[in-house]
């Protein structure tokens, strides 16, 4: 498949580890970001050289056809909201999730049980995109090495069938996972279930971030 022009706004441990993979697997990458100053954007520059964009969202989004939202949740629907015409009619990838990080010490779970999802925030102002749940159940740890006692771990998402979701299975595979879509974007509710699975063994089990993935048997 050719090579694909797309804009990750975030550059933090998500966005900033899929974006190398992306770009040194040859695709034509963009940071929007907040502060393109930042440290985290100026070592994505130092590792990634001058080819690739770092500027504003805006700057990011009129150079994609591809978007990953890694932003924190608590900045995602100001995000949409401000940039919902340059979203429109783009294949949107959303990594967010809504939640306070942490846990709580009655619960033992995370803080917040809300929707962690922005998929309601983003059918409503870019109601012409593409919409994928993905790269949101997992660490940036796994994204960096998805390998684990040599079993290439699986990655669960959801999104809909057309020539977007072909494009999807490549970034995911890109990273060096295994694609596994349970179906449309009707079933985001169960991808986000994973993250609170994943959660729950690798940091309230204290198993460790970077030890947790998952694998789907079949026969």
Avoid at 169 to 191: C, K
Wanted: net charge negative.
């Amino acid at each position: 498949m050719s090579s694909l022009r797309i804009s990750i706004l975030g550059a933090g441990d998500i966005g900033g580890t899929l974006g190398r993979k992306w770009a040194k697997a040859g695709h034509r990458v963009a940071f929007g970001v907040k502060d393109p100053s930042s440290e985290k954007a100026q070592s994505l520059r130092q590792d990634l050289g001058e080819d690739i964009l770092i500027g504003s969202p805006t700057e990011a989004l009129t150079q994609s056809d591809v978007v990953l939202l890694a932003v924190p949740g608590s900045a995602v629907n100001e995000l949409i909201t401000t940039h919902a015409q340059l979203l429109d009619h783009k294949t949107i990838i959303d990594a967010t999730n809504q939640i306070v990080k942490g846990k709580t010490t009655a619960t033992n779970t995370w803080q917040g049980q809300g929707t962690l999802n922005s998929l309601g925030t983003l059918q409503a102002h870019a109601p012409h995109a593409r919409l994928y749940r993905a790269f949101n159940s997992y660490a940036w740890e796994e994204f960096a090495d998805p390998v684990f006692q040599g079993v290439q771990a699986d990655l669960f998402y959801c999104g809909p069938q057309g020539d977007a979701l072909a494009i999807v299975e490549q970034l995911i595979a890109e990273i060096g996972l295994r694609p596994v879509r349970l179906g449309d974007v009707d079933q985001v509710e169960v991808v986000d279930e994973i993250l609170r699975l994943w959660a729950s063994l690798a940091l309230f089990q204290g198993l460790g971030r970077d030890k947790v993935a998952f694998k789907m048997l079949t026969r």
